[in-house]
C-alpha cells in the first residue's frame, strides 16, 4: 500500500514540476519577467499560458512520467505480452471501450451536476495540431504506466481481493484527473482498465483501450465542436426513447466484448 501511495505522488508531482518547468522555460523565453511567471504560478495571470505551452506541457509530462517509471522499474514493461500475439485481446478492449461511451456520458448526467474545471483546457489543446498526439497517444500510455502498471500491481499485491485493489486504483484514476465532471466516467473505465491489467498482467491491453476511448473523444469534438457543450439529452433532441435505445445498442458492444474478453484472457490470469 505504501509503494502504491509512493507511485501516486510521483505521478502527481511529475506532472506538477514538468508542467510549470515547460511554463517557466517558454516564458522566461519569450521575455516575460520572472513575476510574470510567478503570476502565472499562482494562478493569477493565466493570459500568459498558451495553447502551444500547455501541449508542450502536457507532452513532456507525459514523457517523463513514461520515462521515470521505465527507469526505475516502476512499471515493468517488456515485449513478453507482445510475443502472445494478443491481437484478439486489443479488437475485444477496443470494441469495449466504443460501448462504455453512451453509457457513461448517461450516469454522468443522472448524477448532480459536477464542475467541469478543465473542459476549457481540453478543448484548447484538442483544437492544437498537436493534440491527438498529446491526448491519445501520449497520456494513455503514461497513465497506464503509472496507475495500472506501479499503483495497481503494487495494490494487487498488498490485498486479498483483487476488486479492491481495482476500485483503489479506479478512483486514483478518476482523482488525478482533478476535474470533477470527468470522475465518474474515469472511475467506470479505472474499473475495466483495471480489471483488463489483472487479468492480462500488462499495461498494453490499457493502453489500447484507453488510446480508443480518447480517440473516440477527439474525433467527436473535432466532427461535432457544437455538441461538446451538449448533454446527452439534447444531442438526442429530448427524446428519451432514443436515449434509451442507444443505452441498450452500447450494451449489446459492451457486454459481448467483456465476455470475450473474460473467455480471451483466462489462460493468462495474474
Not at 435505445?245 to 493468462?268: C, D, G, H, W
Request: glycine share 8%; proline share 5%; charged share 10%.
Amino acid at each position: 500500500m505504501k509503494k502504491a501511495l509512493l507511485y501516486l505522488f510521483y505521478f502527481i508531482l511529475v506532472m506538477f514540476v514538468a508542467t510549470w518547468t515547460v511554463y517557466s522555460v517558454w516564458m522566461s523565453v519569450t521575455g516575460n519577467s520572472f513575476d510574470d511567471v510567478l503570476r502565472a504560478f499562482g494562478g493569477g495571470s493565466q493570459g500568459f499560458v498558451t495553447p502551444d505551452m500547455m501541449v508542450a506541457a502536457s507532452a513532456v509530462s507525459s514523457a517523463a512520467i513514461i520515462g521515470l517509471f521505465a527507469w526505475r522499474r516502476f512499471a515493468p514493461m517488456s515485449p513478453t505480452y507482445l510475443r502472445t500475439r494478443p491481437w484478439g485481446v486489443f479488437f475485444w478492449c477496443a470494441v469495449a471501450a466504443v460501448g462504455t461511451i453512451i453509457p457513461s456520458a448517461w450516469l454522468q448526467e443522472l448524477l448532480p451536476g459536477l464542475p467541469d474545471l478543465s473542459g476549457d483546457t481540453l478543448k484548447i489543446i484538442m483544437d492544437n495540431r498537436y493534440g491527438y498526439f498529446v491526448l491519445c497517444i501520449l497520456a494513455p500510455f503514461a497513465e497506464e504506466a503509472a496507475l495500472r502498471g506501479a499503483v495497481l500491481r503494487s495494490l494487487l499485491g498488498a490485498f486479498k481481493s483483487h476488486w479492491a485493489a481495482i476500485a483503489i486504483s479506479a478512483a486514483a484514476f478518476a482523482i488525478v484527473h482533478g476535474n470533477p465532471a470527468q470522475m465518474p466516467h474515469a472511475f467506470l473505465m479505472g474499473l475495466l482498465l483495471g480489471w483488463m491489467y489483472y487479468r492480462t498482467g500488462s499495461i498494453l491491453p490499457g493502453v489500447v483501450l484507453h488510446w480508443v476511448n480518447n480517440t473516440v473523444a477527439y474525433s467527436v469534438y473535432k466532427l461535432f465542436p457544437f455538441a461538446a457543450d451538449m448533454s446527452l439529452h439534447d444531442i438526442f433532441g429530448g427524446n428519451t426513447n432514443n436515449m434509451v435505445l442507444s443505452f441498450v445498442f452500447s450494451m449489446f458492444i459492451l457486454l459481448p466484448a467483456i465476455y470475450q474478453l473474460n473467455r480471451s484472457t483466462k489462460e493468462v490470469k495474474n
